[in-house]
């Protein structure tokens, strides 16, 4: 190990060593304490609440398409020049920006107070944006539940990440992104119930899109002050002897499982490594994907001929269909212990799926294409940020690792605001096409990424390496 990485041998790494050769001791003291059930008991305590506050977080962010064909466009003049995509673009600038601070603050305030702010403040500014009379008034709003939002889904991911063992990551980040699409899957149904509202007190049907939904947002802020999870080391929902017990198993795993302080010197090293970079870019593609569909597909459905109602009940159903395909996938990834094929396979249904819906003849085969891009990007999600995850010790370098994925995803969410364009509408050909050519380049960096770990693992059991890799000694890579 070089100079430049002396600051992790510290006084902080001589009181982890202290912690860590007491948790075998506490464990062996509490031999009642039961493996499956306490793990079962942290599935319950940990996914659920995350899963459903995440799921809100989708329907607040991904509502634009139900309340543009619902009225918005016409109220707000939205579809005068690029305002729709400057709308949807201003979202992603904070949310960039903002993505390693927030997830510092997490780890130094705590999980509980945070995400309470968060969700609260940000259900707040959805029900404000019920009353803007201005597209310019609507885009602001847009800008701070950004930056509301910048620590949310980060550090949903970066705690799931910290309860698991590297091989149980994937289905439960699947099962997480997966709940929480399927229950946002059924915004566009939520969305049309809520606009039949129209009229009354006097607003707009889409008005009543944001301010229910933003309701009943702040109800779940409060409740996660009463039922979100802290870190391992910090919850308290757990017995002392399950506690040693879980952060035994993670110390086993990967040796990172006390904290180590999130500090500007740290993230700036972290940041000197290109394969956190290269799972970023990755993880920009399939989000592309997953704001299209969110975004465009009603309008894109809407030009099908199908009528206002029929274009949002029919964006539900494939996310039934990628619910399953998806927690299929990742439970035989985490089954094998590899990623790369899998986000391949995942990306190449995205591929067919844009194929069908763009340049298919009839519409029910152009329909069948969306399950595809539906089910693909559901799966490539989950798969990238639990390989990412799985390639990096301490918990500073995940939160760094996460933060920068997630920026990958928002990067995601700008170009699809940006090559779906309103003169393209409602087919958006170009759109499709470079969506077609994100994941083709997915494919190729996971087929990279796979390779280069092969060949770094086949250098650890030859003993070739001067030094191990991430600086633990037996470490391997998840190919």
């Given amino acids: 190990m070089d100079k430049s990485e002396d600051f992790f041998t510290d006084v902080s790494e001589l009181k982890k060593l202290e912690s860590n050769s007491n948790l075998g001791r506490d464990v062996e003291s509490e031999s009642e304490v039961n493996d499956r059930a306490t793990m079962r008991y942290v599935d319950f305590r940990v996914l659920p609440i995350l899963a459903l506050t995440y799921a809100f977080s989708l329907i607040d ?16 003049q939205m579809l005068v020049g690029n305002r729709y995509s400057i709308v949807t673009v201003v ?98 149904l939520l969305a049309y119930s809520l606009s039949l509202m129209d009229g009354k007190a006097n607003v707009a049907g889409w008005a009543w899109i944001f301010i229910m939904e933003g309701i009943i947002t702040v109800v779940l802020g409060l409740l996660c002050y009463l039922f979100v999870p802290e870190f391992p080391d910090r919850n308290r929902f757990l017995s002392k002897a399950q506690t040693a017990f879980v952060l035994k198993r993670i110390e086993d795993d990967r040796g990172d499982s006390t904290p180590d302080e999130i500090t500007a010197r740290k993230v700036l090293h972290h940041c000197k490594d290109w394969r956190i970079w290269m799972y970023g870019v990755m993880f920009a593609c399939p989000n592309l994907a997953s704001y299209m569909f969110a975004l465009f597909m009603p309008i894109i459905l809407n030009g099908m001929n199908f009528s206002y109602e029929k274009s949002l009940l029919l964006t539900s159903p494939p996310y039934g269909f990628a619910f399953v395909s998806s927690m299929i996938i990742s439970w035989t990834s985490d089954k094998t212990r590899h990623r790369g094929g899998f986000v391949v396979l995942s990306a190449l249904m995205t591929t067919v799926g844009c194929c069908m819906t763009a340049f298919a003849q009839g519409n029910a085969v152009r329909y069948a294409g969306t399950f595809f891009i539906c089910a ?47 003169q393209d509408s ?3 050909i170009p759109g499709l096409w470079v969506t077609i050519g994100a994941q083709i380049i997915c494919m190729i960096l996971a087929i990279l990424m796979s390779v280069h770990s092969y060949r770094m693992n086949k250098k650890v059991r030859e003993g070739t390496l001067s030094e191990p890799l991430e600086g633990r000694v037996g470490f391997l890579y998840t190919p």
């Fill in 61 to 76: 962010r991904v509502n634009l398409g139900s309340a543009m064909v619902a009225g918005m466009a016409g109220d707000l």
């Fill in 91 to 188: 979202y992603f600038i904070p949310y960039i920006l903002l993505q390693i601070p927030g997830n510092a603050i997490l780890r130094a305030v705590g999980v509980r107070y945070c995400m309470t702010f968060v969700i609260v403040v940000w259900g707040a500014v959805t029900i404000g944006m019920g009353f803007t009379k201005h597209w310019e008034a609507f885009a602001v709003c847009r800008v701070l539940i950004s930056a509301l939002e910048a620590m949310f889904f980060p550090g949903m991911v970066f705690i799931i990440s910290t309860w698991y063992k590297r091989h149980e990551v994937q289905k439960r980040l699947a099962a997480f992104c997966l709940t929480s699409a399927l229950i946002g899957g059924f915004s566009p």
């Fill in 376 to 422: 693909g990007s559901a799966g490539t999600i989950p798969a990238i940020l639990a390989w990412s995850s799985n390639n990096v010790l301490t918990h500073s370098k995940r939160a760094v690792q996460t933060a920068v994925s997630i920026v990958g995803g928002s990067v995601g969410g700008i170009m699809a605001s940006m090559v779906f364009r309103q």
């Fill in 426 to 428: 409602p087919k958006y």
